[in-house]
Structures are given as C-alpha cells and as structure tokens.
C-alpha cells in the first residue's frame, strides 16, 4: 500500500467532511426559524448530524496525520505544510473537547471554517516529504511540536468563541463614539480572516493558471578585508510581480495585466533574496481580500459584523465569554510545556543553549507572556466581557504571527521549515 497516497487521499476527505458539517451546523441553527414546528428538534437533529460529520471529519484527519507518518518514516511535523496540518488537526481536537463540555452548537459555525483556512493555507505550500535536517532528528520533536500546536489550538477555539461574543454583544445601531469604534474594530477583525482567506484563493488561482516569472538579482557584500563581492540569485514568483526584487532584472515572466517586470521595485531595505516576493505576496492577499470584502458587501449591502449579528441572537453571551476563557486556561499550562520548556530542552540538546534570542523563541516567549497577562487581568482585574473578548482575539493574532509570519518574513534557526 503506498501510504503516502492514501494519507493524501484522507486529509481530502476530512476537507470536505469539515465543509459538510459546517453547513450541517449552519442548517442547525437556522432551524430555529427553518423548524416551526419544534424547533428544538429540527436543531437538535440537524446538530447532531454536524457533529457526527465533524468526527469522522477529525478520523479522516487523524489517518492522515498517522499514515503520513508510517509512509514517510518520520513524525509529520518538519515544514510548514506538515505542521499546519496539524494545527488544523489539533483546532478539531480542541473543538471536539470543548464541546463535549459546553455542547454548544454554534461554536461549530465559527471553529470549523477557522480549521477548514488552516487546511487550505497549509495546502498552498510544498506537500513533498522532506528529509530531517540534524536539528530535527529528536524525539523532542515530536514532543515539543505537538504540544505546542495543542496549545495553540484551544487558543484558536478561545478566539472563535470570543469573536462570536463580539459579534453577539456589539450594538450595530449604536452611533456613539465608543459603539462605532468597537464596530470599526470587528469589521477590521472580519476583513483581516478575508485578507487570509485572499491570499489561499490568489496562491490557488495563479498556480492553477500556471503562472510563473523568474528575476536575476545581484547583491553586493563586503568581506571582513573590505574586499566587494558580488553574487546572482534567481527569484521565483508564483504571483504577477507588484513588486520585483531590488536590483533586479527579469528572466522570464508571464503578461498578466501589463505586469512583464514589476509594476515597483522592492525596497533596499528589505533584507533576503526573497523578501521581494514574500512582500509581493502579501500585496496580492490584501487586494484579493478586499476585493472578497467589496463583492460580499454589494451582496448583503451592510457591515459583515452587522450580517452575521442577527444569527447570533438568543445565544447567552456569558456562556461565550466563558467558552473563551475556559479554552485559553486550557491551552495555557500546555503551551508553557510544548512552546517553552519542552522547546528549551530540544534547544539544549540540539544548538548546546536553552535559549538563544532566535526569532521564533522570542515570538513564543511573547505569546506566552501575552497570555500570562490575559489570565492575570482576568482573575486579578475582574476583565470580563468584551475587554476580555479583545484580549482573546489579539493574542491569536500574536500566534499566527509567531506561527506563520516568524517562517516567513523573518530569517532564523526555525527557518527550515519548507516555506518556499
């Protein structure tokens, strides 16, 4: 049997899972107007059919994980396609705990598609099977790695579920100064996932055409004995060049729009070969996104957060804000072991330090301390609610930023990770 084909083959098959048990919640919820009859039943039914799908959506999940695994020799966690998989994977896990807690239907509306982007985004990279570097041929990688991303997810799961508090509590009709700033703010949040979601449709849509245009880049360095060296790298982009490395020319490059070699160049203050392209990328998510954002606003013709407030109604919000919180105390003592002390342990065995100042470690540290300070003005500070909210769905964003934005924009010791 060739494992890695049918590991493939499974994390497709948990994709679409995830989508139907999506929609399955989606119905369950709008059975409350659909079901006029009883319509406990037609949600508990119709909610009972979502869950069942999201499981045998995280089996699939969990084959794929295992499979890839025995077919690759080597725990699925080494670059950046694998270990965003797993993220997904470890989203659905926390989601499935937390809501055999709560057993809450409508957090599944909001942690499914967040896992369903996490698959899409980790599909945009390399799926190759790739050997370990020295580095990673530790059993603290496996150790470390999975426990941090666990901890990781309940954070995810504490970001949906405060992002739906938001969404329930703030009043779109308030014309105050406060209340249209808490709306502004929500806005930005929602058109922030759409940024995201733009850059897995631009990534897809170009590849999909074929489009490719190569630039040659000479970079002049300056040895120890003042002597000026020159060297020419190649830069490949997967995207129509908005910008085009600095000091560069093209090789090749596809017409797309009138773009045969770079509307701008890059600055000369981005550092790396590559930075041009990872700027233009970022470039592209943005306008595709907000693009994405214009086309649903002439469809629903109001504020995304004013769209989705109505479906939100009758839930008690308290018992969001306490999903929440509970996710995130959760997550905490966990990632303390897997992103910090386990980390410092595999660090020691493998560089010879239990902390350096690498890129990554310093963002872990970061996100650890944000979230020491979330507990903190939680119990101490009595911030509950919507300060608590905010606090929720910033720290996320602070771990996306360590997860994926430390890999790609910044050069380090964790850079290995398949991010090309």
């Not at 369950?28 to 039914?45: F, N, Q, T, V």
């Not at 009138?258 to 700027?279: A, I, Q, Y």
């Amino acid at each position: 049997m060739n494992w890695l084909e049918f590991s493939s083959s499974s994390l497709g098959v948990a994709f679409f899972l995830y989508v139907f048990a999506t929609i399955f919640y989606m119905v369950a919820i709008a059975g409350k107007k659909w079901g006029k009859k009883d319509p406990k039943l037609h949600e508990a039914r119709w909610g009972k059919i979502a869950f069942i799908t999201s499981t045998l959506g995280l089996v699939a999940h969990l084959l794929f994980f295992f499979t890839r695994w025995i077919g690759s020799g080597q725990i699925p966690t080494s670059n950046m396609y694998e270990f965003i998989t797993l993220l997904g994977m470890t989203i659905m896990i926390a989601y499935t705990i937390i809501y055999f807690i709560y057993k809450k239907l409508l957090l599944g509306m909001f942690a499914l598609p967040l896992a369903i982007i996490v698959i899409a985004y980790a599909s945009v990279f390399p799926s190759d099977v790739q050997p370990l570097v020295p580095a990673l041929q530790s059993h603290w990688l496996k150790i470390h790695v999975t426990t941090a991303a666990l901890g990781e997810a309940f954070f995810a799961v504490g970001f949906a579920a405060a992002l739906m508090y938001l969404l329930r509590t703030i009043d779109f009709k308030d014309k105050t100064k406060n209340g249209k700033r808490a709306q502004r703010w929500l806005e930005f949040t929602l058109i922030s996932i759409l940024v995201v979601i733009g850059f897995i449709i631009a990534a897809f849509g170009f590849k999909g055409a074929g489009y490719t245009a190569s630039f040659q880049q000479e970079n002049a360095s300056v040895s120890q004995l003042g002597e000026i060296s020159t060297t020419t790298e190649t830069v490949e982009y997967t995207m129509p060049p908005i910008f085009k490395p600095y000091n560069s020319e093209a090789i090749e490059v596809t017409p797309f729009l009138g773009m045969t070699d770079g509307l701008f160049e890059t600055p000369s203050w981005f550092n790396g070969v590559n930075s041009g392209r990872k700027l233009n990328t970022v470039v592209w998510s943005i306008i595709v996104g907000l693009l994405l954002y214009g086309i649903i606003r002439v469809i629903i013709r109001k504020p995304l957060g004013a769209a989705i407030h109505p479906a939100l109604e009758g839930i008690d919000p308290d018992d969001l804000d306490e999903i929440s919180y509970r996710a995130i105390v959760i997550g905490f003592p966990i990632f303390t072991l897997g992103g910090l002390i386990f980390a410092m342990i595999w660090a020691e065995e493998a560089w010879g330090r239990f902390w350096g100042w690498d890129p990554k470690e310093v963002w872990a540290l970061i996100t650890w301390l944000y979230y020491s300070a979330y507990l903190h003005f939680r119990l101490s500070r009595g911030w509950q609610g919507k300060p608590s909210a905010w606090l929720a769905v910033i720290g996320f964003v602070i771990v996306l930023f360590t997860l994926v934005g430390v890999n790609l924009l910044i050069a380090g010791m964790h850079s290995y990770a398949g991010v090309e």
